[in-house]
């Protein structure tokens, strides 16, 4: 099946710095990827909708200058969390929906577990 | 827009049955299953497009009522591996007919089974 690659796994980081996390799409052309992100034993919220080439869709209450998010080809997503606080500490997983899937499942990676 | 899951969690014994149940307040175009294990990313079980679709395999099967926005996944003879917890996720109607795309998950139905 579809493979989607998420990087870092883990990362710990200082109060005040970014830290960028990458979605791959290994084996096929993802042109909408997604962000979600799950407190511990929560739900996964979406956080923002990553179309390739464009300006990313945020869900009501996401802050879009602290999540900065960047769809440059039709593999690679970024999510970049500025200035983090220990607040934005959780799981962050990427999916995506291959191209021209009118519906299908999405691919989720690994999941990204940020500790600030 | 988020969908309801019930129950919000459930203890089963090997070999015994489950049902999860997804109801949402809006029309639907489809209804995913995922089963996520701690620590993990959550994993596909399957995608109901049309109402009144069923679908299964395995063990695990569920169905899609579009009239009632409602979707049941069911377990039957569970297995120790089936634990975990099983996120349904809704895709809603767009003006077009089509699916927004996007899917909403509800809060989840953490499964434990038991020797």
């Known amino acids: 099946g579809a493979v989607v690659s998420q990087h870092p796994s883990w990362v710990i980081c200082k109060s005040g710095t970014s830290v960028k996390i990458e979605c791959r799409s290994l084996?096929?052309?993802?042109?909408?990827m997604f962000w979600y992100r799950q407190f511990p034993k929560q739900s996964l919220m979406l956080m923002a909708t990553?179309?390739?080439?464009?300006?990313?869709?945020?869900e009501q209450g996401v802050e879009k200058d602290k999540f900065l998010i960047n769809h440059a080809s039709l593999t690679l997503s970024t999510l970049t969390v500025t200035s983090a606080h220990p607040e934005d500490s959780s799981f962050y997983i990427c999916?995506?929906?291959?191209?021209?899937?009118?519906?299908?499942?999405?691919?989720f990676g690994e999941g990204s577990r940020l500790t600030v | 827009q988020q969908p309801v899951q019930s129950p919000q969690a459930v203890i089963l014994r090997e070999g015994e049955d489950a049902v999860i149940n997804c109801s949402s307040s809006?029309?639907?175009?489809?209804v995913h299953w995922y089963r996520q294990k701690h620590g993990e990313a959550p994993v596909f079980l399957m995608i109901?497009?049309?109402?009144?679709e069923q679908k299964g395999h395995d063990k695990i099967s569920a169905s899609f009522n579009e009239k009632k926005q409602q979707s049941s996944l069911y377990l039957t003879a569970s297995q120790l591996s089936y634990s975990g917890t099983y996120f349904c996720?809704?895709?809603?109607?767009?003006?077009?007919?089509?699916?927004?795309?996007?899917?909403?998950f509800g809060k989840g139905t953490k499964l434990s089974v038991i020797p």
């Open positions: 999916s995506a929906r291959g191209q021209g899937a009118d519906t299908g499942e999405l691919f």
């Open positions: 084996d096929f052309q993802a042109t909408t």
């Open positions: 990553s179309n390739e080439g464009s300006k990313a869709t945020y």
């Open positions: 809006k029309a639907l175009y489809s």
């Open positions: 109901l497009l049309k109402g009144g």
């Open positions: 996720g809704t895709e809603i109607q767009g003006h077009s007919g089509a699916g927004s795309y996007q899917l909403t």
